[in-house]
Nanobody, 116 residues
Framework: QVQLVESRGGLVQPGGSLRLSCAASGSIFSVNDMGWYRQVPGKQRELVASITRYDRTYYVDSVKGRFIISRDNARNTMYLQMNSLKPEDTAVYYC??????????WGQGTQVTVSL
């Protein structure tokens, strides 16, 4: 089994910044792609950003230029640096990991609220 532990989110003012982390531990064969998703009530969970083992990245259009995804392979940890936050970024953020033995794992989710 693989466990994913996300850092705590929080309340941030518009224009502010926040960094999330997601650490994978347990019986990890290898960690391949990693990604951040977010979900608001009544809507489907959406992919925000992803990163491959070789640091190829993807961003949804709404966060391009504001969010930066990165990873530390030695620590099996992924980060999401969120800058210039907007109220519409408010959501529960989840990390997701794909492992080399075809495993797929989700973090527990962390609330990010952007508000005055």
């Amino acid at each position: 089994q693989v466990q994913l532990v996300e850092s705590r989110g929080g309340l941030v003012q518009p224009g502010g910044s926040l960094r999330l982390s997601c650490a994978a531990s347990g019986s990890i064969f290898s960690v391949n792609d990693m990604g951040w998703y977010r979900q608001v009530p009544g809507k489907q969970r959406e992919l925000v950003a992803s990163i491959t083992r070789y640091d190829r990245t993807y961003y949804v259009d709404s966060v391009k230029g504001r969010f930066i995804i990165s990873r530390d392979n030695a620590r099996n940890t992924m980060y999401l640096q969120m800058n210039s936050l907007k109220p519409e970024d408010t959501a529960v953020y989840y990390c997701k990991v794909w492992t080399g033995d075809s495993g797929v794992y989700w973090g527990q989710g962390t609330q990010v609220t952007v508000s005055l």
